[in-house]
């Protein structure tokens, strides 16, 4: 079964820092790799998806890479602000029978102080 | 505006009343599911539909339903909601085409609580 962590799980950095998020799987079957961001009592808003054939991705501040041999990605905020903070999480689409299925990782919680 | 829209936004209820959580989308995506996300366990699939007329169980499907009639819509049932059925619930969608995996588009949940 397929196992998806992030680390780690709570994150404080004062603004302007620039930082890492860690996704890591178990099984480098996947299809593409998604990630999110979350507010408190919110719904998943869509930051990136990386397809299976790319190594990464990037949109404004942020950059995602995805390494399926050794079963990681990373997604990268440049020089961040109080605005990011937020619950980020990394979704492996797995492609079934079923179609597209999400698995999600287990989140890090990031909080940007001024 | 390209978007998910789920109804209610909050709901509480009592045990056994059944209820119907709505899900709705604008982007002529031929996939939709349901997830529940609870504290420590994470967001786990519900039930999903590839097309209308076509859905299957997910991860977790005990005592919930859905139906697809409309390729828009794909509302969620609790014929007798639990108190163990308590979460916030999330719709997705997202475009389905040959074996390809695309972007998917979460809702803005639905927090649920059963008494």
Known sequence: ?114 | EAQVTQNPRYLITVTGKKLTVTCSQNMNHEYMSWYRQDPGLGLRQIYYSMNVEVTDKGDVPEGYKVSRKEKRNFPLILESPSPNQTSLYFCASSLSVGASSYEQYFGPGTRLTVT
């Not at chain 1, 397929?2 to 709570?10: D, G, K, L, S």
């Not at chain 1, 054939?53 to 942020?62: A, D, I």
């Not at chain 1, 950059?63 to 999480?89: E, F, H, V, W």
Request: net charge neutral; aromatic share 6%; hydrophobic share 35%.
């Open chain 1, 1 to 114: 079964k397929q196992e998806v962590t992030q680390i780690p799980a709570a994150l404080s950095v004062p603004e302007g820092e620039n930082l890492v998020l860690n996704c890591s799987f178990t099984d480098s079957a996947i299809y593409n790799l998604q990630w999110f961001r979350q507010d408190p009592g919110k719904g998943l808003t869509s930051l990136l998806l990386i397809q299976s054939s790319q190594r990464e991705q990037t949109s404004g501040r942020l950059n995602a890479s995805l390494d399926k041999s050794s079963g990681r990605s990373t997604l990268y905020i440049a020089a961040s602000q109080p605005g990011d903070s937020a619950t980020y999480l990394c979704a492996l689409h797995i492609l079934t029978g079923g179609g597209n299925k999400l698995t999600f990782g287990t989140g890090t919680q990031l909080k940007v102080e001024l």
